[in-house]
């Protein structure tokens, strides 16, 4: 397979900062042409791309950054626009800064880490779109089940240590009709002042409880009015949800992101790792990848397992095969993500 620096007229590297871009402009056979520090400003894009076209020995250019979701994201936005291709790249490792550290150094290091990169296997950065709003949504979903969390946890923990009513409503469910009780709930007149400073505290995390909930409705609506629009398929999939949905395809980005189905299964920690030893042949979990898309898959998987007739006449077929509950719930997250997979592409199709 070619590398990356048999197909192009040059790569240009990228280190990536908050206020300033340095950028080597290199050729293919390693060989530097130019250097170039820019603001991370349109000024600084703007100035960047007449720099290229000035530097540049052909039109076959692609450009290597660090950060592209993160301080490099303007440039990658501008360069994108401009009919560049621009590719991913990580931070150099301290066995490849021989040379010592500079933000030049830096964007030679990315320059020479793309010229050795597979032509066919390109890492380009995520999409933006819709696939982002998606993104957001879930990040503001991890923030609020969190913050719903601990609230919750207080609210127990404040019940608990509370007279026998208290400790009465610490015992079961935090329903809405049981968190509206205990939002409504006045003390007596005779209440001492930490009875009052206790039920008002219970009244104020009861109703930020509720608060939560229905910010965690309204998220999960707004993925599913995304979702549905983005690959509609993946909802009618049995165990499939919108915040599960919203995960597999934030993860799967846009079409060649993932090169094939065991590609995505790879991201998301679903692929088999080979764990043999002499006359014992078997697979392992996979420890690494996406954890999040991994946990959309175990979701779906936990679904499956206790509604989906087909999955439990696998999962009854594969005990009796003698294989472990932990094996049979490898292979069915294996399963999930090509189907998943598949999905996604016809739905880009």
């Excluded at 791309?49 to 000035?54: H, K, Q, S, T």
């Excluded at 229905?214 to 609506?221: F, I, M, S, T, V």
Aim: charged share 30%.
């Amino acid at each position: 397979m070619p590398m990356l620096a048999d197909v192009v007229d040059a790569v240009i590297g990228g280190d990536t900062h908050r206020d300033s871009h340095a950028l080597e402009l290199t050729a293919p056979s390693g060989v530097h042409i130019a250097t170039l520090s820019i603001n991370n400003d349109e000024a600084g894009f703007a100035e960047a791309l007449a720099w290229i076209g000035e530097h540049a020995p052909g039109p076959r250019v692609v450009v290597a950054l660090e950060g592209t979701r993160s301080y490099g994201i303007g440039l990658a936005r501008a360069l994108t626009a401009a009919g560049l291709m621009v590719v991913e790249v990580e931070r150099p490792r301290r066995v490849e800064r021989r040379r010592g550290k500079s933000d030049p150094i830096d964007a030679r290091l990315a320059a020479l880490h793309a010229l050795r990169l597979d032509a066919q296997r390109l890492p380009t950065p995520r999409a933006d779109g819709d696939r982002e709003a998606l993104r957001i949504l879930l990040s503001a979903r991890r923030e609020m089940v969190a913050t719903r969390t601990r609230a919750v946890n207080r609210l127990r923990a404040l019940l608990l240590t509370g007279d026998e009513a208290d400790r009465t409503l610490s015992r079961g469910s935090l329903t809405s009709e049981r968190l509206a009780h205990i939002a409504r709930r006045r003390g007596p007149r005779d209440q001492t002042r930490e009875q009052a400073v206790r039920r008002a505290e219970a009244r104020r995390l009861a109703l930020a409880v509720r608060a939560v909930g229905r910010d965690l409705a309204d998220n999960k609506a707004q993925l599913a009015n995304l979702v549905a629009d983005l690959a509609p398929d993946l909802l009618a999939k049995h165990g499939v949800g919108p915040v599960s949905a919203a995960q597999a395809i934030v993860s799967w980005s846009h079409p060649g992101r993932c090169r094939n189905e065991a590609a995505y299964a790879a991201l998301a920690g679903a692929s088999p790792i080979p764990a043999s030893s002499g006359r014992i042949v078997r697979h392992r979990f996979n420890r690494g990848g996406d954890r999040a898309l991994n946990r959309a898959l175990h979701d779906i998987l936990l679904t499956r397992w206790r509604t989906c007739p087909r999955t439990q006449a696998y999962v009854t077929r594969r005990r009796s095969e003698g294989i472990s509950d932990p094996e049979i719930r490898r292979c069915l997250k294996r399963y999930i993500a090509r189907e998943l997979y598949r999905s996604l592409n016809m739905a880009a199709a």
